[in-house]
């Protein structure tokens, strides 16, 4: 068994002193050589130690020693060791031989040292000591003045450290005593760096240190470390690569082992860990979740050069080739002998010349010559050949890159309409009794009873579930507009009749009910002073009473459009005017009217009362005023991007209207959401006359003069990021169209969804 050394000592008690060895035969028992010239033996810097021999200089006595030097001295000498004061005596010599083969080698210019053979060594190390003693003080001052090392530059202390940090300040760290090392000021562009480059021979060895931005100029011995760790080579020139290799061991077999621990039970017992790995591997494996890898496939791949381009060839330069325009063929002008109609006149060969170049329609004026002999050479030809070329290398070409889309995949998603369901789809009941087109169509809250005004001077009521007419009404003139009060306490009905509205009390369903609305009216008491209206409050006669009208309000012109407030105190209606007197404001329970408006903002078309918020709705031909009743002022316009507006509906939950316009397209607002129509439906063929919301259900309709009430799927969600679906559902077509007029009046029930419609053939139709 060979077991390494414990010392040099070791060694030399094997074998019989022996002249001195080279010095790579001690390198096998140190630590093995390192090119690290910072970790070198003895320092690069250190001065041979023989000051024994030769007299010390007072003024460079320091020099000659160094840290690494005073280690010698340090007491090492004297740590327990096997080996006696002759045998340490000898190392040191052999060692100080060594260093002085070193010191003189090659590169040396010190002369050689000598000395006489068989000189005391110990009074040399006596002299050595006190000559070390001597110099302590100048030692302790110049001990880090040769010191170096190749991790940090000693005048920046900041460490090892990102220098990146530095980057957003001024300086660039700080020096031994604290100060801050500035950056030096760079701002230098390309043309000055240039300039340098060219003019500085030393611009090629100069670098900047990343520590202190300082240019730094590399020495001859730099440059040459650099290139030796280009070429692989060491950086250490006397460094010698090819030394022989040094047994670490005694090439006699010890008897007593290095160690004597006995093995571990782990070294003969398989290892638990790395069964358990092996059999999760192999479980990957045999689930296949660990794949061998794929053989490599080592033929050659080749390609055809003159095949044909394949069109789904992945090479971007063949596919986005686009091919040069083509030059227009030459035509029957620019024969040599054209048709005579060709030919241009002497006022046409004028005016060709007069035009511009730019605008003439042929580029030549056609010529006519006997035969090919006598055409003459094309002055032209140098002149348009070099535009060709022009136009083949300058002439962006864009490649138009089309888009296969399939039409199907254009149209919304949209639900089916059997999904949306329930809405009206079948016509149920006619209600059959006016002679002339029915206009407008009312009902009353419970859904039961259903008012309609004519042209023919009558309104009737109807039973709307047997299509029975329980009453008719002469008023004398052309019913514009119907409104059945929305409370259902009370039993009444406004209707518009030429210069005024009757508030009629139809006297159906509960007496209680017909007859509390009639306390209602008569419990009036008329004020002391009498108040300026623009209107006059009558009392119905005697006749008129018997017939159901309780109070007739008479306006100065035609009244177009009679409203109710959702409390069903307050009534609004519409007067055909021009003046600020168009809207009034009336309430019937104290008989007081007035007018909201100081001046007419154009012709009004509808008006409508929030069902929730005290808000009041103007509709004019192309625009939706909302006006705030207890502000008194103006909160939003609404543009209704049509021409010409005709009838509007408010959502039950306020926050949505819809608008139908005589030019056939009907417009969703959504108010949360901007002042222009969300969506413009244009569904029907003609122009719309009515449009209606259901109270419960996400219904609205719209009626044309198409003679079609189209119902449409209309979802408010209350997510306010979820905009509202529209899906029309269903066209309802019965009503035959007469004078060019269709569906006059669309109107939902309150609870059903039912759609009853009014049309100019004179017929009301409940469509379930």
Same mark, same amino acid.
């Given at each position: 068994?060979?077991?390494?050394?414990?010392?040099?000592?070791?060694?030399?008690?094997?074998?019989?002193?022996?002249?001195?060895?080279?010095?790579?035969?001690?390198?096998?028992?140190?630590?093995?050589?390192?090119?690290?010239?910072?970790?070198?033996?003895?320092?690069?810097?250190?001065?041979?130690?023989?000051?024994?021999?030769?007299?010390?200089?007072?003024?460079?006595?320091?020099?000659?020693?160094?840290?690494?030097?005073?280690?010698?001295?340090?007491?090492?000498?004297?740590?327990?060791?096997?080996?006696?004061?002759?045998?340490?005596?000898?190392?040191?010599?052999?060692?100080?031989?060594?260093?002085?083969?070193?010191?003189?080698?090659?590169?040396?210019?010190?002369?050689?040292?000598?000395?006489?053979?068989?000189?005391?060594?110990?009074?040399?190390?006596?002299?050595?000591?006190?000559?070390?003693?001597?110099?302590?003080?100048?030692?302790?001052?110049?001990?880090?003045?040769?010191?170096?090392?190749?991790?940090?530059?000693?005048?920046?202390?900041?460490?090892?450290?990102?220098?990146?940090?530095?980057?957003?300040?001024?300086?660039?760290? !700080?020096?031994?005593?604290?100060?801050?090392? !500035?950056?030096?000021?760079?701002?230098?562009?390309?043309?000055?760096?240039?300039?340098?480059?060219?003019?500085?021979?030393?611009?090629?060895?100069?670098?900047?240190?990343?520590?202190?931005?300082?240019?730094?100029?590399?020495?001859?011995?730099?440059?040459?470390?650099?290139?030796?760790?280009?070429?692989?080579?060491?950086?250490?020139?006397?460094?010698?690569?090819?030394?022989?290799?040094?047994?670490?061991?005694?090439?006699?077999?010890?008897?007593?082992?290095?160690?004597?621990?006995?093995?571990?039970?782990?070294?003969?017992?398989?290892?638990?860990?790395?069964?358990?790995?092996?059999?999760?591997?192999?479980?990957?494996?045999?689930?296949?979740?660990?794949? =061998?890898?794929? =053989?490599?496939?080592?033929?050659?791949?080749? !390609?055809?050069?003159?095949?044909?381009?394949?069109?789904?060839?992945?090479?971007?330069? +063949?596919?986005?080739?686009?091919?040069?325009?083509?030059?227009?063929?030459?035509?029957?002008?620019?024969?040599?002998? =054209?048709?005579?109609?060709?030919?241009?006149?002497?006022?046409?060969?004028?005016?060709?010349?007069?035009?511009?170049?730019?605008?003439?329609?042929?580029?030549?004026?056609?010529?006519?010559?006997?035969?090919?002999?006598?055409?003459?050479?094309?002055?032209?030809?140098?002149?348009?050949?070099?535009?060709?070329?022009?136009?083949?290398?300058?002439?962006?070409?864009?490649?138009?890159?089309?888009?296969?889309?399939?039409?199907?995949?254009?149209?919304?998603?949209?639900?089916?309409?059997?999904?949306?369901?329930?809405?009206?789809?079948?016509?149920?009941?006619?209600?059959?009794?006016?002679?002339?087109?029915?206009?407008?169509?009312?009902?009353?809250?419970?859904?039961?009873?259903?008012?309609?005004?004519?042209?023919?001077?009558?309104?009737?009521?109807?039973?709307?579930?047997?299509?029975?007419?329980?009453?008719?009404?002469?008023?004398?003139?052309?019913?514009?507009?119907?409104?059945?009060?929305?409370?259902?306490?009370?039993?009444?009905?406004?209707?518009?009749?030429?210069?005024?509205?009757?508030?009629?009390?139809?006297?159906?369903?509960?007496?209680?009910?017909?007859?509390?609305?009639?306390?209602?009216?008569?419990?009036?008491?008329?004020?002391?002073?009498?108040?300026?209206?623009?209107?006059?409050?009558?009392?119905?006669?005697?006749?008129?009473?018997?017939?159901?009208?309780?109070?007739?309000?008479?306006?100065?012109?035609?009244?177009?459009?009679?409203?109710?407030?959702?409390?069903?105190?307050?009534?609004?209606?519409?007067?055909?005017?021009?003046?600020?007197?168009?809207?009034?404001?009336?309430?019937?329970?104290?008989?007081?009217?007035?007018?909201?408006?100081?001046?007419?903002?154009?012709?009004?078309?509808?008006?409508?009362?929030?069902?929730?918020?005290?808000?009041?709705?103007?509709?004019?031909?192309?625009?939706?005023?909302?006006?705030?009743?207890?502000?008194?002022?103006?909160?939003?316009?609404?543009?209704?991007?049509?021409?010409?507006?005709?009838?509007?509906?408010?959502?039950?939950?306020?926050?949505?209207?819809?608008?139908?316009?005589?030019?056939?397209?009907?417009?969703?607002?959504?108010?949360?959401?901007?002042?222009?129509? !969300?969506?413009?439906?244009?569904?029907?063929?003609?122009?719309?006359?009515?449009?209606?919301?259901?109270?419960?259900?996400?219904?609205?309709?719209?009626?044309?003069?198409?003679?079609?009430?189209?119902?449409?799927?209309?979802?408010?969600?209350?997510?306010?990021?979820?905009?509202?679906?529209?899906?029309?559902?269903?066209?309802?077509?019965? +009503?035959?169209?007469?004078?060019?007029?269709?569906?006059?009046?669309?109107?939902?029930?309150?609870?059903?969804?039912?759609?009853?419609?009014?049309?100019?053939?004179?017929?009301?139709?409940?469509?379930?």
């Amino acid at each position: 068994m060979r077991t390494p050394p414990t010392s040099p000592a070791v060694l030399t008690a094997h074998a019989p002193p022996a002249p001195s060895p080279p010095r790579a035969g001690r390198v096998g028992v140190a630590s093995p050589v390192t090119s690290d010239p910072a970790r070198a033996w003895p320092p690069a810097h250190a001065e041979p130690r023989d000051g024994a021999m030769e007299e010390p200089d007072p003024a460079g006595d320091s020099s000659d020693l160094s840290d690494s030097e005073e280690s010698v001295y340090s007491g090492l000498e004297e740590s327990g060791s096997d080996s006696t004061e002759g045998e340490q005596e000898q190392e040191q010599e052999e060692e100080e031989e060594e260093e002085e083969e070193e010191e003189e080698g090659p590169g040396s210019t010190s002369p050689p040292r000598t000395q006489a053979k068989g000189a005391p060594r110990k009074s040399r190390i006596l002299e050595d000591d006190s000559l070390l003693k001597e110099n302590e003080g100048l030692l302790a001052q110049n001990e880090y003045e040769e010191d170096s090392s190749d991790e940090e530059d000693i005048r920046n202390t900041v460490g090892n450290i990102p220098m990146e940090w530095y980057q957003d300040f001024p300086h660039i760290g !700080y020096n031994l005593e604290g100060k801050k090392i !500035y950056k030096p000021i760079r701002n230098k562009d390309e043309l000055d760096m240039f300039l340098e480059k060219m003019e500085n021979p030393d611009y090629w060895r100069t670098v900047q240190d990343k520590m202190t931005g300082a240019d730094i100029k590399l020495t001859d011995e730099q440059v040459d470390l650099v290139h030796r760790l280009q070429k692989g080579q060491f950086g250490d020139v006397h460094f010698n690569p090819y030394e022989p290799a040094v047994d670490f061991f005694t090439h006699e077999v010890m008897i007593h082992p290095v160690t004597n621990r006995p093995a571990d039970k782990r070294s003969f017992i398989p290892s638990l860990i790395e069964k358990e790995k092996v059999s999760k591997l192999v479980h990957a494996i045999k689930m296949g979740w660990i794949k =061998p890898r794929k =053989p490599k496939d080592d033929t050659p791949t080749y !390609y055809d050069l003159w095949a044909h381009e394949d069109p789904n060839s992945i090479l971007g330069r +063949h596919k986005m080739h686009v091919p040069a325009p083509k030059m227009k063929l030459p035509g029957h002008e620019e024969s040599y002998n =054209p048709p005579p109609e060709y030919l241009l006149s002497e006022e046409e060969k004028l005016a060709w010349e007069r035009q511009e170049p730019a605008e003439r329609r042929l580029s030549v004026v056609p010529q006519q010559f006997r035969c090919l002999r006598a055409v003459p050479s094309y002055s032209r030809f140098i002149h348009e050949r070099f535009e060709r070329c022009l136009d083949l290398y300058l002439c962006p070409r864009q490649r138009k890159m089309r888009v296969n889309v399939d039409p199907e995949d254009l149209i919304p998603k949209l639900p089916k309409p059997r999904d949306l369901q329930p809405f009206p789809t079948t016509q149920a009941l006619v209600y059959r009794g006016h002679t002339s087109l029915v206009r407008c169509l009312s009902i009353s809250p419970s859904g039961q009873w259903l008012v309609s005004g004519s042209d023919d001077g009558s309104v009737r009521c109807w039973e709307v579930s047997t299509g029975r007419c329980l009453r008719t009404l002469p008023v004398g003139g052309v019913v514009k507009s119907v409104a059945w009060n929305p409370n259902p306490t009370l039993c009444l009905v406004a209707i518009a009749v030429e210069q005024s509205v009757l508030l009629v009390n139809p006297c159906l369903g509960d007496k209680l009910i017909y007859g509390a609305t009639d306390q209602l009216l008569e419990s009036y008491v008329p004020p002391e002073e009498e108040r300026v209206q623009p209107v006059r409050w009558v009392t119905a006669t005697t006749e008129e009473h018997s017939r159901g009208v309780r109070l007739v309000i008479q306006h100065s012109k035609a009244v177009k459009q009679v409203t109710w407030h959702g409390k069903g105190d307050y009534l609004a209606s519409v007067v055909a005017d021009n003046s600020n007197q168009q809207v009034l404001i009336h309430q019937s329970s104290k008989r007081w009217s007035q007018n909201p408006f100081r001046r007419s903002k154009g012709l009004v078309q509808s008006v409508l009362f929030h069902p929730i918020r005290p808000y009041f709705f103007v509709a004019t031909q192309r625009y939706v005023r909302i006006y705030n009743l207890l502000k008194q002022e103006l909160t939003k316009k609404l543009m209704a991007n049509c021409k010409w507006v005709s009838s509007m509906a408010i959502h039950p939950g306020g926050d949505n209207i819809i608008c139908g316009s005589y030019d056939s397209k009907l417009a969703w607002f959504d108010l949360d959401l901007s002042t222009r129509p !969300y969506q413009m439906l244009r569904h029907h063929k003609k122009a719309l006359r009515s449009v209606a919301f259901h109270k419960r259900y996400p219904l609205f309709a719209s009626g044309s003069d198409d003679g079609t009430v189209i119902i449409c799927h209309g979802m408010v969600y209350n997510d306010l990021l979820q905009n509202p679906l529209l899906v029309p559902v269903k066209v309802l077509k019965g +009503h035959v169209t007469t004078l060019d007029l269709g569906v006059l009046d669309v109107l939902f029930h309150p609870t059903q969804p039912w759609v009853f419609s009014s049309g100019a053939d004179g017929t009301i139709r409940l469509y379930t």
